[in-house]
């Protein structure tokens, strides 16, 4: 299965507001560093795409350490809907909420999280409601989903702060996690991105594979834990995601 990526704006403001409480010296900026959740693509002939994330940050290093405080554990949303198949253009169908809150559109008919709101009611093990007005061809509709949340997915301790891109890369998680289809696995120099897809606890990415990324200190690896289900709605196949991601800033050479 193919892959894209949504943007993970509400991630950005997060660490964005604990670089600027904590540190007044910091030595990466996130504004400056394109980072996206890994989403499964949909079915060729999916009409729109609705994706459920929980997002799980461990703090740069360059973070001075807080008490209690491991990381940024976040509910990201996201919503496509497309005039035809995906890759189509993009078009507002109404009000659209995620476990009764309600997603925005900052442009371009792409519907994301508000990016001042953390929770979406995201749990692992339970499953989500949608709810969409509807519009632009597509008809009302609500719907929870069969499926349930993945458990949240972590890197093993093997997963060092710093890789050699002239090297082979290999990334572990714990364990595969309950409720999950398939993992997503990423590295990333923060444009562009390296990815497989792989239903176990570790993959290796291979020196010829990470030879498009850039060397950085704010790069990033990633694992996905998720599942989909399709329903239609009208004669519109709406493809439903829900993903538990742990991303760490990394330092590619």
């Given at each position: 299965m193919k892959t894209y990526n949504t943007t993970l704006c509400a991630l950005f403001l997060g660490i964005a507001v604990i670089f600027s409480a904590c540190s007044s010296d910091d030595d990466i900026?996130?504004?400056?560093?394109?980072?996206?959740?890994?989403?499964?693509?949909?079915?060729?002939?999916?009409?729109?795409?609705?994706?459920?994330v929980m997002s799980y940050s461990d703090l740069p290093s360059s973070v001075p350490s807080i008490p209690g405080v491991g990381g940024l554990a976040i509910d990201v949303a996201s919503g496509?809907?497309?005039?035809?198949?995906?890759?189509?253009?993009?078009?507002?169908?109404?009000?659209?909420?995620?476990?009764?809150?309600?997603?925005?559109?900052?442009?371009?008919?792409?519907y994301i999280n508000n990016p001042t709101d953390f929770s979406y009611s995201l749990v692992a093990g339970q499953t989500n409601t949608w709810q969409v007005a509807g519009g632009s061809g597509f008809d009302a509709f609500t719907?929870?989903?069969?499926?349930?949340?993945?458990?949240?997915?972590?890197?093993?301790?093997?997963?060092?702060?710093?890789?050699?891109?002239?090297?082979?890369?290999?990334?572990?998680?714990?364990?595969?996690?309950?409720?999950?289809?398939?993992?997503?696995?990423?590295?990333?120099?923060?444009?562009?991105?390296?990815?497989?897809?792989?239903?176990?606890?570790s993959v290796t990415f291979s020196s010829s594979e990470l030879s498009v990324l850039k060397a950085t200190s704010a790069g990033l690896v990633q694992a996905a834990s998720y599942n989909a289900e399709e329903k239609s709605f009208g004669g519109k196949k709406v493809y439903f995601i829900n993903e538990t991601v742990h991303t760490k800033i990394i330092e590619i050479k």
């Open positions: 900026d996130p504004t400056q560093t394109t980072q996206t959740n890994p989403i499964p693509n949909a079915p060729g002939d999916a009409n729109a795409v609705l994706a459920a496509s809907f497309f005039t035809a198949a995906i890759g189509t253009n993009l078009v507002n169908v109404g009000d659209v909420k995620l476990n009764a809150k309600a997603l925005t559109i900052p442009g371009g008919n792409a719907h929870t989903t069969t499926k349930k949340m993945p458990s949240q997915v972590k890197f093993s301790s093997s997963v060092a702060a710093s890789y050699s891109k002239g090297s082979d890369v290999t990334l572990s998680i714990e364990a595969v996690t309950s409720n999950t289809d398939n993992i997503l696995w990423v590295i990333s120099d923060g444009k562009t991105t390296v990815t497989k897809e792989s239903k176990t606890t």
